[in-house]
């Protein structure tokens, strides 16, 4: 190489250095800059630049742009998105699974007889509550966005109160239970049992009373867990001896059906002696407009079903697309936690270790596909079914029933759960003051001598007749 090539090199090399040096330099300064105020936007590109070290060769803007892109998304409500696991990894000491309709069901069982023994925190309080020994198992159903986590404080001592086996378990698309992997696929291409359907979530009631040798068991549902609650009584009423409704996000009719007057004998009779003007060409008439007026409101009803039909169904594909799962997350990761403080009266006593109980599913792989494929089933839950509406049928319930509800509630009113005692015949409202949508966890005392109570008045007796039974 001649000289004057050498020359051209050597400059270009030291005008090189001089750019990375003064590239350098600005990135200090924004990072010094941002470390002293909130972080930016450029945050994630000075991170990324920085980790490159001073021997590393220059970034491409693309790459800058796509280490800032993944900053953002790594983490949503405070959990690493970059290493999602499998739920049993996830699993706690006395969390137990078992298959039901090819899905790995996570829940935990507490049976006061195999720890009597047991010195912890728990079993120290427990013998301060006297055991009513009914010998009904009880099954514990959460509510939306949470999990078994929220039965904690209530779980061991309930089984301690009813002298029975008490489980919980996470229904699909919440907990540690396993998400399948339906997403992507047509609704008619589904298996005849979606996982996520509240279907699903009636028959693994029914069968997690199978896996207790249970004829009855008493059904206790928080929040959405409620409906599962009823839904299994209609499904299957000889099969549930109480409910107990926990801030039920079940919308109950204003208006209450009244019962039929059936008039006597004497009565018709009386009515048929009556004088009755004739008028048959008016009456006549009258018909013929009702008859015409029905038919008119049937096919504006089926078109406002069809309607309504085509509507669900395209917010259904809307929601199980690649934007439906981008809006789970980011609806999750701005008000997932802000949820968690609104259901307390006092957001203040929500500590870490809540957080982190309610916050631990995202860390399972497909959460945030397995929580769209949920709301795509409920939102077309009923599509295809004849049954009629559930809130009239809730009169129809004839076992004991307890509903117990927080004065301040801000998710589901406390006027709803008034509204739902009414509507369902005989059942006992009890109203937890200073309290919001979660009693089990925030009155913990309070919300155990209210069961309590309501246990003695349904099932006083069933020790003394079983006692009676067996002289």
């Known amino acids: 190489m001649s000289l004057r090539g ?50 590393a060769q220059y970034s491409s803007a693309g790459e800058l742009v796509d280490a800032g892109r993944k900053e953002r998304k790594k983490r949503i409500a405070g959990i690493d998105q970059d ?16 298959e039901f309709q090819g899905v790995e069901i996570h829940h935990k069982l507490y049976d006061p ?8 925190f728990y079993a120290q309080n427990q013998t301060q509550t006297p055991s009513l020994k009914l010998g009904l198992p009880m099954i514990l159903l959460h509510g939306f966005g949470a999990s078994v986590f929220s039965w904690n404080k209530v779980m061991k001592r309930l089984a301690n109160l009813t002298g029975s086996k008490v489980l919980a378990f996470d229904r699909p ?33 029914l069968y997690f009373i199978d896996f207790l040798a249970a004829e009855k068991a008493i059904l206790v ?20 001896a109480a409910l107990i409704l926990v801030a039920p996000a079940i919308l109950a009719s204003s208006a209450i059906p009244k019962p039929k007057v059936v008039e006597s004998d004497g009565d018709r009779s009386d009515s048929n002696n009556l004088p009755k003007p004739r008028f048959e060409i008016f009456e006549g008439l009258f018909k013929f ?84 494929e949920f709301t795509a089933a409920m939102l077309m839950k009923g599509e295809s079914e004849t049954k009629p509406l559930l809130s009239k049928r809730l009169h129809e319930i004839s076992c004991p029933v307890l509903i117990v509800t927080g004065d301040t509630d801000r998710i589901v009113p406390s006027w709803n759960a008034e509204r739902l005692s009414r509507a369902i015949p005989h059942s006992k409202l009890e109203v937890i003051k200073n309290c919001g949508h979660l009693p089990h966890e925030e009155k913990v005392d309070e919300f155990v001598r209210i069961v309590e109570r309501f246990l003695q008045r349904a099932f006083g007796g069933l020790e003394e007749q079983s ?4 002289t």
């Open 221 to 240: 549902g928080h929040s959405a867990g409620s409906l599962v609650a009823v839904d299994a009584y209609f499904e299957a009423p000889e099969r549930v």
């Open 113 to 120: 007889d195999s720890h009597s023994s047991d010195n912890s």
């Open 6 to 55: 050498l020359l051209f090199q050597s400059q270009y090399q030291f005008q090189h250095i001089q750019n990375r040096i003064a590239i350098t330099r600005c990135f200090q300064s924004l990072q010094t800059y941002s470390s002293r105020r909130r972080p930016t936007l450029l945050t994630p590109v000075i991170r990324a630049f920085s980790l490159s070290g001073s021997g």
């Open 173 to 205: 698309a919440f907990g540690l239970t396993s998400r399948l992997n339906t997403f992507g696929t047509k609704t008619s291409d589904a298996k005849p049992l979606n996982p996520y359907s509240m279907a699903f979530a009636v028959l693994a009631t």
């Open 467 to 470: 006692l009676q039974a067996v």
């Open 83 to 98: 290493e999602l696991l499998d739920p049993k990894l996830l699993a706690d000491p006395d969390s137990c699974f078992c």
């Open 289 to 372: 407009i009702k008859y015409v007026t029905q038919a008119i409101m049937q096919v504006i009803k089926g078109m406002t079903d069809m309607l309504n039909s085509l509507y669900k169904k395209a917010l259904s594909s809307i929601l199980r697309s690649a934007f439906g799962v981008m809006l789970v997350r980011m609806i999750i990761d701005k008000f997932g936690v802000a949820a968690v403080r609104m259901a307390w009266y006092d957001s203040k006593q929500v500590s870490e270790h809540i957080i982190d109980g309610y916050t631990k599913p995202l860390r399972t792989k497909g959460w945030d596909k397995a929580l769209v």
